[in-house]
């Protein structure tokens, strides 16, 4: 049974950091990229960062481009995202994704498992 825990969330004022870890079990992990998606109230859930399995290829949505950066622990089973310079359009409901590729992909529905998610909210 393929399990996405993600951890980390939390409340922060606007321009402060929150570091995000999912762990990943049941699953071969370095077999997938591993990607991190929002949604926000109201809005459809998107895409935020992804990584290769080997992490040696990123993506980053222009919204968070220099402000975000996804890496990953093979050895732990678990991806991160740093989030700093956190704005207040940055609240939204943090989900990690599972996508059994050698590429990386911003579809959502190109994964393949999901977590249950982790609420940021950023005050202004």
């Known amino acids: 049974q393929v399990q996405l825990v993600e951890s980390g969330g939390g409340l922060v004022q606007a321009g402060g950091s929150l570091r995000l870890s999912c762990a990943a079990s049941?699953?071969?992990?370095?077999?997938?990229?591993m990607g991190w998606f929002r949604q926000a109230p109201g809005k459809e859930r998107e895409f935020v960062a992804v990584?290769?399995?080997?992490?040696?290829?990123?993506l980053y949505a222009d919204s968070v481009k220099g402000r975000f950066t996804i890496s990953r622990d093979n050895a732990k089973n678990t991806v991160y995202l740093q989030m700093n310079s956190l704005k207040p359009e940055d609240t939204a409901v943090y989900y990690c994704?599972?996508?059994?590729?050698?590429?990386?992909?911003?579809?959502?529905?190109?994964?393949?498992?999901w977590g249950q998610g982790t609420q940021v909210t950023v005050s202004s």
């Open positions: 049941g699953l071969t992990f370095s077999n997938y990229a």
């Open positions: 994704a599972a996508d059994r590729t050698k590429a990386v992909r911003t579809r959502l529905g190109a994964y393949d498992y």
């Open positions: 990584i290769s399995w080997s992490g040696g290829s990123t």
